[in-house]
C-alpha cells in the first residue's frame, strides 16, 4: 500500500486551503471528503471576506474548489472516513470505499447541523423542514415560514428568506440575539419578520408536508400555520471517527497554536477544532497553518 506523505480530511475552506497550501510545498498529499466547500456552500450573502466586498457562500465555494484544482493531487471525492488510527510509525485512514497509509494526516471536517430533538421532525424532514436556507430557501417562494435559532446562521437564514417568502417567524429560545449586530438590525426592522424571544419549537406539524409549527412562550403554547421551517440552532463537529484524538465536552478536537493534536503527525483546523470562532476566513487560515507545521513534522522527524 502506498504511504502518502499526508492525506487532509474534509474539503471546506480548512481543507481546500490546506491543500493548496500542501501543493506548493510539493507534499505528496491525497484529499478524501464527502463534498467540496462544506459549510461555505451553505451560507448566504459574505460580505466579511477579506478581498471580496460582497460574495455570496456558493460563489466563494466555487473559487476556492477552482483554486484546488490547479494543482496536481488526487482527491477523493464522495468518500467518507469512518476510523483514523495508528500504525507503527504510520497513519491508517479507514473509509466506506477504501484503506490509506499517510506519515501525517490534517483533519478539517467541520460540523453538522444540529437538530431539535422535537415530534415530527424527522418525519417532516426533506418535506417542509430543513436547514439550509441557500440550498432550499427558492422552493419556499411566497410562503410562510419559520427560522428556529438566534446566531448569526439563523440571522443570515432569516435575511435570505425575507427575499424569497411571504413573512418569516423567527424561534429563538434567548431572549436576545447573538449574531452580529447589523444582522440583528437588518431583522429587527424588517416588516416581514415576527420575532418569537424567549419561545421554544415544540413539535412540527402536518400531513404529507410540514403544514404548521407549535411553539412555546412563557408557558402558553402557540401553533403557527406555515409550510416551511429552517432549523438554525448550532453545529455539531464531524469527528466521531477520530476516536484516539482528545476532544472537549463539545466533541471539538483539541489542538494547539500549531494546530497539533495529542497524536504525533495529526494534526486539525476549521470548525471541528476547539478554536474559538467559526468563520470562513479564520478556518481558512487555520488550514494554512496546520500544513506549515505538518510540512515542519515531516521534514524533522523520523
Known sequence: MKIFELIIIGAGPAGITAAVYAARKKIDTLVIT????GQASWSGDIQNYTGYQ??????????FEEHMRKFDFEI?????????STQKQNLLIKTDKAEYLTRTVIVTTGKRSRELGVPGEKVFKNKGLTYC?????????????????????????????????????????????????????????NKKVTIFSSSQAKEVLGDVFVEGL??????????LELTGIFVEIGLIPNSEFAVELEKNERKEILVNQKN????????????VTNLPEKQIIIAAGEGAKAVLSAFHYLNTSK
Request: charge should be negative; aromatic fraction near 4%.
Open 34 to 37: 464527502k463534498d467540496i466547500g
Open 54 to 63: 460582497f460574495i455570496t457562500g456558493p460563489e466563494l465555494a466555487i473559487k
Open 76 to 84: 477523493k471525492e464522495n468518500e467518507e472516513v469512518l476510523n483514523l
Open 133 to 189: 436556507a441557500t440550498c432550499d430557501g427558492p422552493l419556499f417562494s411566497g410562503r410562510d415560514v419559520a427560522v428556529i435559532g438566534g446566531g448569526n446562521s439563523a440571522l443570515d437564514a432569516v435575511l435570505q428568506m425575507v427575499k424569497i417568502a411571504n413573512h418569516v417567524y423567527v424561534i429563538n429560545k434567548d431572549e436576545q440575539f447573538i449574531g452580529d449586530k447589523i444582522m440583528q438590525e437588518k431583522v429587527k426592522n
Open 214 to 223: 407549535k411553539i412555546e412562550k412563557d408557558e402558553e403554547e402557540k401553533i
Open 260 to 271: 497539533e493534536t495529542n497524536i504525533p503527525g495529526v494534526f486539525a483546523a476549521g470548525d
